[in-house]
């Protein structure tokens, strides 16, 4: 049963295969979650109400992104294909991202449902169902509300790192990297860097999946701030 509606209040739910996490915006502030398991999606109280705003991002790593004037639809699975190994009932998609004048071409078939449950059941206020898009598309998106000029924007989750890289606003990198543990990550985060000549002392890291005190403890040892977007 819904229980309240929060018409000037946002929602934006990051889904894994191990769970998922969440952060609430609103009048009275911003509220973010560690990651939840699958199993508290029907009694999180956050997800008992309608909000102005919903969006839900799939930590998908088979994307791609690729020029607007090379796109065509009909191409979007074989474009897709050439980077990551597509399974033959694999449901393959596509969405224009705004700043960097691309398309990103995704696969949202990793193996899990529970995005779908979560966007049943988490609505807008009048109802409507918020489209399930990569964890690839919101960093793309984040780049405009980062103020510094060296924009370094991360997630991590299911031993894939998702990295956006941007000078102003010019994208430098867009790229998901396969690191089992997060030492691996941070060594894809820094190795981008150094090849774009880019100095971690004097730039700020942000994140939009949860990461521990100990994660954030090694990263301030390299970047000037650490932060959860």
Not at 24 to 42: C, H, K, L, N, Q
């Amino acid at each position: 049963m819904i229980q309240n509606i929060n018409t000037n209040t946002r929602i934006s739910i990051q889904v894994s295969l191990s769970g998922y996490s969440f952060k609430v915006e609103g009048p009275e502030g911003t509220g973010t979650s560690g990651w939840m398991s699958a199993d508290r999606v029907f009694t999180t109280p956050e997800f008992q109400k309608r909000y102005g705003s919903v969006r839900i991002s799939l930590m998908t790593h088979k994307c791609t992104l690729v020029p607007e004037h090379f796109f065509s639809p009909a191409d979007a699975r074989s474009i897709l294909s050439e980077v990551v190994a597509l399974k033959e009932n694999d449901h393959v998609d596509y969405v224009r991202t705004g700043q960097s004048g691309a398309v990103l071409v995704y696969s949202g078939s990793i193996g899990e449902t529970l995005s779908k449950v979560i966007a049943q059941n988490v609505l807008t206020e009048d109802g409507y169902q918020a489209r399930i898009l990569p964890e690839l598309y919101y960093l793309l998106e984040a780049v405009d509300s980062v103020q510094e000029y060296n924009k370094i924007i991360a997630s991590y989750a299911d031993g894939y790192l998702h990295l956006v890289i941007a000078q102003g606003r010019s994208l430098m990198l867009a790229n998901i990297f396969k690191a089992p543990d997060f030492t691996t990550a941070e060594y894809f985060i820094f190795n981008a860097m150094k090849k774009l000549q880019l100095n971690p002392e004097v730039s700020t890291i942000c994140f939009r999946t949860p990461i521990s005190p100990e994660e954030e403890i090694s990263l301030y040892r390299y970047f000037k701030a650490v932060e959860r977007i």
